[in-house]
């Protein structure tokens, strides 16, 4: 048997932060050949586009894409990727390769029209994203495909969203022990939706390396206080909500709340509910058929109908009370943009944030703003009037205490690598791990520093 050191993996992350999520292995074999893949590759949502703009390494010599979900910050630069030079296939789960066609498309749109107002190149034009969805590979749950002699992977169901996937990636050569990656995505062990079932006893009995999530790493399942159902019934009926939602699960899941409110005769059914974007409603029509197929009950809430561009003034004029879910999800992006600006200045409006908003975010700075202070939406300075809130309630990630349950699952974790978090978060949950979890090595994945590893996890660290 040959020496262990010959043959290893090593792994580095291209992001800092949580968005532009991005994971590059490069598995090296005892032959001296090698092969190259990612783990995502997602659009950076900081106000720094010049991180878009980019890749730190040839995108022609990866062999393979695996995606986890389909969120852009996960999946928004695959076009990109197709631009610079990259010739393979995109394997990801069936339901996120339906769901990444619009997606991808509608981000191409977006990109199209901020470049022409910033008088810049857009970062891909629409050849590229056809090329895009012209290599995915729809891949079923708890099915093995194998890319070569050495290489194979398996995804299998994860409570993020529809259609996400943990990914077990094995990889082999004679004569020496496998190397097990499990990549968790954005990770939850939840869904209203549908359930998670638990990871085959086989996968928990491997000698494997983690490669986890930590958006929520220094957040317990204790400390997370819901908040949505009062504010909103204490607003109403006397104002208008405006709910900035992602388009696909955070929308679909808040319809469902609505719904519920409604049903336990704690909203009041005459109040008009509205969702628009173009996106957020593409992916409601594909839940429905989901839940019609899978013989569940309508998530959809009485009094409810789609918003398009010729009744959206006609809501922003009026001044009874109503629901307006909009994507984006941030307020960035979208008709939430439209909206924000004009209710922003009402103080019977309630802006109610529902997940998640990165720190150059517009969600965060409306959040963060002091009422009567002015406030920046689109070129436009204006006056903070309306009561501005949020909740993490509806999270689609595990928290702190949740992952490590995940990782305590398995019996043999021989390294556990941090990423996908603020770099103050990952340290946290670094250090919680360490604590809590039977792994005796621990790293933090970045764009500073790749990840050597083996059969036996962690071999060493080096600047990348």
Known sequence: MGQKSLFHVDITSFHQKVTGSCTQVCIQY??????????????????NDALNEDFKFDASKIDFVLVTHNHVDHTGRLPLLKHCGYKGNIYASTLTCELMIPALTDTQKILKVKSKIQNQKPLYNEDDTSKTIDSFEFCEFGET??????????????????????????????????????????YNNKNIFFDVPKLPEWILELPITIITESTYGNTFSKDIIPCFDNNILEALPNATVICPVFSQGRSQEILERLKSLQTQNLLDKNIPIYLDGKLAIKYTDRYKRYCSYNKMPSFIPENFRYVDGNIRDELIQDSSPKIILTSSGMGTYGPAQIYLSEFITRKNALIHFTGYCSPDSLGRKLIDAHENSAVTIGGRVLKKFAQVTTTNEFSAHAKADELAEFINQFSNVKLVLVNHGEPEVKESFAEFVLNNCKSKNVGILGDCYAFRVNRYGFVKSFPT
Request: proline share 3%.
């Open 145 to 186: 495909i194998c890319f070569n002699d050495n290489i194979k992977f398996t995804f299998f169901k994860n409570g993020h969203l529809l259609g996400a996937s943990l990914i077990l990636v094995q990889i082999s050569y004679p004569n020496y022990e496998d190397i097990n990656l499990l990549f968790t995505g954005d």
């Open 30 to 47: 005892p032959d001296g050949y090698s092969t190259r893949f990612l783990v995502d590759c997602g659009l950076f949502q900081e106000r």
